[in-house]
């Protein structure tokens, strides 16, 4: 087996995920949604945001649902804040919260989006972004986290080059480097799904280079062309057991930003079909897939539309006792593509035409 990173999975179903659908979804099904993915083994999941609901009406009940949340050994809650507000609430709940235990910044490279999406400027950011390093010194921190948001493309503005992204990585590379801090995680955020899996190896292979003494990287792509697994196949392949990988999906791909103009159809990489990547590759990942599935079908029950993901509609790759029997029939539709999990009445009477006809 290639020498991997160790992969950690972070679900965004109930933050990203449900931030760009329709009022609707009760605490009690984000709750029966959060359950079950801590029953089938993930054990990082974000679990809403503290934010204006006004904006996020989807997100106005995170209170009210981490109120509820009960800490369960070996897994980690996390919910966004954007704000004094929102942070000082995820802090008097934590735990069950956990707390992100690095100090970061994190850099805008689309004037467009951080306006829309923060109602900030480029100028704002350029004024406030080395706060967090003057607050991590008062604190004594030794290692921090630099990040990029938009940085690989925006749908208002068109594409930006890799020598952008590299100049706002030394940036903050640099500040911190010059405050005595660490700088140990990277995180790239891709709101507009402008990820290439050229792009995104040609920044991690700079980085490597560069900043050998960067061990995680944390991703976040949106899917909107359909390229964001190839993306992170790219990260996987080039990173090795030195590195750690925290790689943030979605069950059945939903999830999007409302201020990026794709809507419901931006999507993450869904969860369950990340999982059956990592587990074809040999990485550690103890999530049973088949529960994991069943909750991506529960899911779309709930959100009342079908989702993205390509191995809730085929099942993973059968072997042994799952092989299909060369009984099967015709199947033609996606209900009767699921009789791996639905069993053989979702194809009865469909034709088996190389059975020769009885005399």
Same mark, same amino acid.
């Given at each position: ?5 160790? &992969?950690? /999975?972070?679900?965004? #179903?109930? !933050?990203?995920?449900?931030?760009? @659908? ?6 009690? %099904? *984000? ?30 009940d995170t209170l009210e649902l981490v109120k509820r949340l009960k800490a369960v050994p070996g897994v980690s809650f996390f919910s966004l804040a954007l704000n004094e507000r ?25 004037? &467009?989006? /951080?306006?829309?999406? #923060?109602? !900030?400027?480029?100028?704002?950011? @350029? ?6 390093? %003057? *607050? ?88 909107? !062309? ?76 709930i959100l009342g539309r079908t989702l993205h993901s390509q191995v809730s509609f085929n099942g993973p790759l059968p072997s042994g006792k799952t092989l299909y029997s060369e ?33």
């Amino acid at each position: 087996m290639k020498n991997y990173p160790t &992969v950690l /999975i972070t679900d965004e #179903t109930l !933050r990203d995920g449900l931030q760009i @659908e329709r009022e609707g979804v009760t605490i009690g %099904e *984000k709750l029966e949604l959060l359950n079950a993915m801590v029953d089938c083994g993930i054990n990082r999941l974000v679990v809403g945001a503290f934010v204006n609901p006004k904006w996020s009406p989807q997100m106005g009940d995170t209170l009210e649902l981490v109120k509820r949340l009960k800490a369960v050994p070996g897994v980690s809650f996390f919910s966004l804040a954007l704000n004094e507000r929102g942070r000082i609430e995820r802090a008097n709940h934590s735990p069950p919260l956990s707390i992100e235990p690095l100090a970061a910044t994190h850099l805008h490279l689309c004037g &467009v989006f /951080i306006k829309r999406n #923060t109602n !900030r400027s480029l100028e704002d950011q @350029e004024v406030t972004w080395q706060f967090p390093i %003057e *607050k991590a010194v008062k604190e004594g921190a030794k290692e921090a986290a630099i990040g990029l948001s938009a940085g690989f493309g925006s749908n208002w503005s068109g594409p930006i080059s890799h020598e952008k992204r590299m100049q706002a990585i030394k940036k903050q590379y640099d500040a911190w480097s010059a405050a005595g801090i660490a700088v140990r995680r990277i995180d790239f955020a891709d709101p507009m799904a402008w990820n290439t899996p050229l792009e995104v190896a040609k920044d991690v292979e700079a980085i490597l280079k560069k900043y050998p003494d960067i061990t995680e990287y944390h991703v976040h792509l949106h899917n909107a !062309r359909g390229l964001a697994l190839l993306s992170m196949y790219e990260v996987i392949r080039l990173l090795d057991s030195r590195h750690t990988l925290i790689a943030d999906t979605a069950i059945g791909g939903i999830g999007g930003c409302p201020y990026c103009g794709n809507g419901q159809a931006t999507g993450m990489i869904p969860t369950e079909d990340f999982v059956h990547l990592i587990q074809t590759l040999g990485i550690e990942c103890s999530v049973d897939l088949d529960k994991l599935i069943g909750i991506s079908h529960r899911l779309s029950e709930i959100l009342g539309r079908t989702l993205h993901s390509q191995v809730s509609f085929n099942g993973p790759l059968p072997s042994g006792k799952t092989l299909y029997s060369e009984d099967v029939p015709a199947v033609y539709t996606f209900k009767e593509a699921q009789h791996f999990r639905l069993g053989g009445s979702v194809y009865e009477g469909n034709p088996r035409p190389w059975l020769k006809a009885k005399a």
